[in-house]
């Protein structure tokens, strides 16, 4: 029987960064295809084992073994590996500094850029970004400053610019940080939209970010995966409460999960 081809296959994946162990022999496999969201308590390693995946750190190797593999691969050209995921993360929100549109923190997507300066966009580019635009309804917004935007505003543009040179994932890091209701509730609809077409890694500290297309939850704790699986048997009181350490009942209410009680 043919195995379903990987994104990710970590065994015994060890970073060591700063002088801090962040993952601690760490192993998943990930299929090509599966959407998932990742939870635990801060510094559990959630957003190192994102930046390990994208190749901004690197694992020390183990006398036990180490793979590590994205998309069967062990080297990757970064640049190129890069091209193929999409990565929003609020380091990213925070620099975009300057004076530009929302139109061009979509078009910086195509060169992976901090802004637009001397790159060549294409009528091809400007299509793209029309329609992404479109996608994402923010057409209305795409000529205001980036800088001008709501928290809610800015969130949907970067993921236009993530989204915007087609990647074959796309990784959300706590994408619903300090977002009020209603921006929210977009978010949540924007990526039931995206999870149609493309592979949705979430990072997320709220239950509901978990869109009901997300099956597969992987709880992380103090570098190590606490545990991992579908998420009716992941998202249960004993096991949220276990992994924060601290009571929590959880609700399911529309398919959606919510936390209570803490
Ligand atoms: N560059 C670094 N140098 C030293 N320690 C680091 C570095 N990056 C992360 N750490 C430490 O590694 C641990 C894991 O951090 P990480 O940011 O991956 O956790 P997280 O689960 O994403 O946390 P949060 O939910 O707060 O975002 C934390 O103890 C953090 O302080």
């Known amino acids: 029987m043919n195995q379903p081809s990987l994104f990710i296959d970590f065994k015994n994946v060890t970073v060591v960064t700063g002088g801090h162990v962040v993952l601690d022999s760490l192993s998943i496999q990930i299929p090509d295809g599966d959407h998932i969201a990742i939870l635990g308590p801060n510094g559990s390693g959630k957003s190192s084992f994102i930046k390990t995946?994208?190749?901004e750190y690197y694992p020390v190797y183990s006398e036990s073994g180490t793979v590590f593999q994205t998309w069967g691969k062990t080297r990757w050209d970064v640049f190129e590996l890069r091209s193929q995921i999409g990565y929003v993360s609020q380091d990213?929100?925070?620099?975009f500094r300057q004076n530009i549109t929302g139109r061009e923190v979509i078009l910086s997507g195509f060169f992976s850029s901090i802004g637009l300066f001397f790159h060549s966009i294409t009528k091809e580019m400007e299509k793209k970004a029309?329609?992404?635009?479109?996608?994402l309804e923010i057409?209305?917004?795409q000529d205001r400053l980036f800088t001008e935007m709501s928290s809610g505003e800015a969130r949907r543009f970067?993921?236009?610019r993530a989204l915007v040179h087609d990647p074959r994932i796309l990784i959300l890091d706590e994408p619903s940080n300090s977002l009020d209701l209603h921006a929210?509730?977009?978010l949540r609809k924007t990526m039931r939209k995206i999870a149609g077409k493309k592979v949705i890694i979430l990072v997320t500290h709220s239950l509901p970010d978990i869109i009901p297309e997300i099956n597969r939850v992987v709880l992380f704790k103090g570098g190590r995966i606490f545990s991992d699986g579908p998420k009716d048997q992941i998202l249960t009181d004993t096991k949220i409460s276990s992994v924060f350490e601290v009571p929590v009942r959880i609700r399911l209410d529309d398919g959606f999960y919510y936390a209570t009680g803490y």
């Open 139 to 141: 057409t209305h917004l």
């Open 158 to 160: 970067l993921i236009g």
């Open 184 to 186: 929210l509730h977009m």
């Open 130 to 135: 029309d329609e992404m635009c479109a996608f």
């Open 53 to 55: 995946l994208v190749r």
């Open 92 to 95: 990213l929100e925070l620099s």
